[in-house]
Structures are given as C-alpha cells and as structure tokens.
T-cell receptor
Framework: EPEVTQTPSHQVTQMGQEVILRCVPI?????FYWYRQILGQKVEFLVSFYNNEISEKSEIFDDQFSVERPDGSNFTLKIRSTKLEDSAMYFC????????????FGSGTRLTVV | AQKVTQAQTEISVVEKEDVTLDCVYE???????LFWYKQPPSGELVFLIR??????QNEISGRYSWNFQKSTSSFNFTITASQVVDSAVYFC??????????????FGKGTHLIIQP
C-alpha cells in the first residue's frame, strides 16, 4: 500500500535555528498538508497546499513557517527560527483528490527544540 | 468555524468489555466528512473510517462500529469485546467539502483508551 514518507523521524535543534522537515507524498496525490501535535494534545492543522501554492493556512502558520514542493516529489515544511514551543510531532498528509478520498498521514517527525 | 468535541479524556476498561467513544461536532455547513483515527503509542495516525454528511447509515467493521446521528451532531465509535491492542488515543475529526478538496481536518482532543488485561 502506498505510503507518505517523512524524514527524519526525530530531529533535535537549538532554539533560533532553522529546520526543514521533509515529506514524500503518495505519487498521484494532489493535495498536501502539514499538521502539528504538541505532546499530549490534539492534532492541529497548519497548512494545505495544492497546485504549487498554499490553499489554506491556520493561525498557527505564521511568518516563521513556509512550505515548498521543490522538485515534484518532496514537500517540505521550513521553520525559520525555532522556538521552544515549536517542539511537537509534525505530520505530513496527502490526499488524491476531492473529499471523497481520505487523507494518508505519514509517521511524523518529532521535533525537539532545546 | 468547525469544532469537534471529545468529552471523554480517558477511558479505562477491562479486556472484553464493550466501550463507546463519543464525538460531537459543530459546523454550519451541510456538506462535510467525519473521520476517526487511532494513534497507538508508536505515534502514527491510523485511519479507521470516513463518513460523509449525507450517509447516516451505521457501519460495522469487525469489532468496530460507528453511529452517525445528524440530529444530535454525533459520530460515536464503539469497540466490541475490546482487546489490549485497542489501547491507543482515538481522534475524531471533521472536514468540509468545498469541492476543491484542500480543506484541512479539524480534530477533537482525543480519547485515551486503556484496555486492561
């Protein structure tokens, strides 16, 4: 069964550093997403991406965040200057088409900011 | 804005008991999709079911069943004859159907289900 692949599985970074989280969505999927889950809390929507541009973003997705699909296969989330409160599990998800199709989530990247 | 409420923070039952996880949602839209995901201790999100707002049929899949009632805006999930492997956090989620397909999921806070042997 096709999978959404996220790398790395765990990343530790120092406060103020830039991090890039990487995702390889399922190849024939058209819609891409990033979600965040702070430890012990609910999963929160960050951003959706379609046709090489952001479709929707939440209040969490401020100027320190950016997304990119640089080469037609990878989908990245960049955090420019990490803060302690950015420590969380970040999930990438993709979806093939309109809402009748479900979301496929990756296994997540656990980001720890120290 | 959408909202999903899972009032049960944690449920603990003994193996083989039946357990129901509650989910109540709020949306002004008439077309939407509801989901349940399982998050085991390993952390990944495992898709369980998707239901659209026009389909109020209950569904059964093995030991799992779902009861969707638009009248009460609820989408409850029942596990019959629970097993230790069912121990996980379960999330209910909602997305609108915009036709464009880019809508994100709104999650509830999750219910931590503990099945004791």
């Amino acid at each position: 069964e096709p999978e959404v692949t996220q790398t790395p599985s765990h990343q530790v970074t120092q406060m103020g550093q830039e991090v890039i989280l990487r995702c390889v969505p399922i190849s024939n999927h058209l819609y891409f997403y990033w979600y965040r889950q702070i430890l012990g809390q609910k999963v929160e929507f960050l951003v959706s991406f379609y046709n090489n541009e952001i479709s929707e973003k939440s209040e969490i997705f401020d100027d320190q965040f950016s997304v990119e699909r640089p080469d037609g296969s990878n989908f990245t989330l960049k955090i420019r200057s990490t803060k302690l409160e950015d420590s969380a599990m970040y999930f990438c998800a993709s979806r093939r088409g309109q809402s009748v199709y479900g979301y496929t989530f990756g296994s997540g990247t656990r980001l720890t900011v120290v | 804005a959408q909202k999903v409420t899972q009032a049960q923070t944690e449920i603990s039952v003994v193996e083989k008991e039946d357990v129901t996880l509650d989910c109540v949602y709020e949306t002004r839209d008439t077309t939407y999709y509801l989901f349940w995901y399982k998050q085991p201790p390993s952390g990944e999100l495992v898709f369980l079911i998707r239901r659209n707002s026009f389909d109020e049929q209950n569904e059964i899949s093995g030991r799992y069943s779902w009861n969707f009632q638009k009248s009460t805006s609820s989408f409850n999930f029942t596990i019959t004859a629970s097993q230790v492997v069912d121990s996980a956090v379960y999330f209910c989620a909602l997305t609108l159907y915009s036709g464009g397909g880019a809508d994100g999921l709104t999650f509830g806070k999750g219910t931590h289900l503990i099945i004791q042997p």
